[in-house]
């Protein structure tokens, strides 16, 4: 799996308002060789009149010529843990761009600074 990529992945059946069901999801560790594990940032499609916290945004007519909403929020603070067996399909759907890895970034970041 390739770090910054986004992949489709099934987060599964969760309690209360925890984030599940199939969604795409930005990679971003390297699996781990001892449980096949890694780290993911879900994305979720970004509707018009509605307040996104705790990520940022990211323009899907970059990556994709006709994308089926034209922005997704990139959910940090929904940052979760997977197994591999949790991605539907193995094919990378895009790779983030730099400009897009620094957001990522940026609200990891933040996301650490708010924990402490």
């Given at each position: 799996m390739?770090?910054?990529?986004?992949?489709l992945i099934?987060?599964?059946?969760?309690?209360?308002?925890?984030?599940?069901g199939q969604h795409?999801?930005?990679?971003?560790?390297?699996?781990?060789?001892?449980?096949?594990t890694?780290l993911?940032?879900?994305?979720?499609?970004?509707k018009?009149?509605?307040?996104?916290?705790?990520?940022?945004?990211?323009?899907?007519?970059?990556?994709?010529?006709?994308?089926?909403?034209?922005?997704?929020?990139?959910?940090?603070?929904?940052?979760?843990?997977?197994?591999k067996?949790?991605?539907?399909?193995?094919?990378l759907i895009?790779?983030?761009?730099d400009?897009?890895i620094?957001?990522l970034k940026?609200?990891?970041?933040?996301?650490i600074?708010?924990l402490?």
């Amino acid at each position: 799996m390739e770090i910054h990529g986004v992949y489709l992945i099934n987060f599964g059946t969760n309690v209360g308002k925890e984030f599940n069901g199939q969604h795409y999801g930005i990679i971003i560790s390297e699996k781990s060789k001892k449980d096949e594990t890694m780290l993911v940032v879900p994305l979720t499609s970004k509707k018009k009149g509605i307040k996104y916290r705790g990520g940022f945004t990211i323009d899907n007519t970059k990556y994709q010529k006709e994308p089926s909403c034209l922005s997704s929020f990139a959910k940090v603070r929904k940052l979760r843990e997977i197994d591999k067996n949790r991605i539907i399909k193995k094919k990378l759907i895009f790779s983030l761009d730099d400009e897009d890895i620094d957001k990522l970034k940026k609200s990891l970041k933040e996301l650490i600074i708010c924990l402490k």
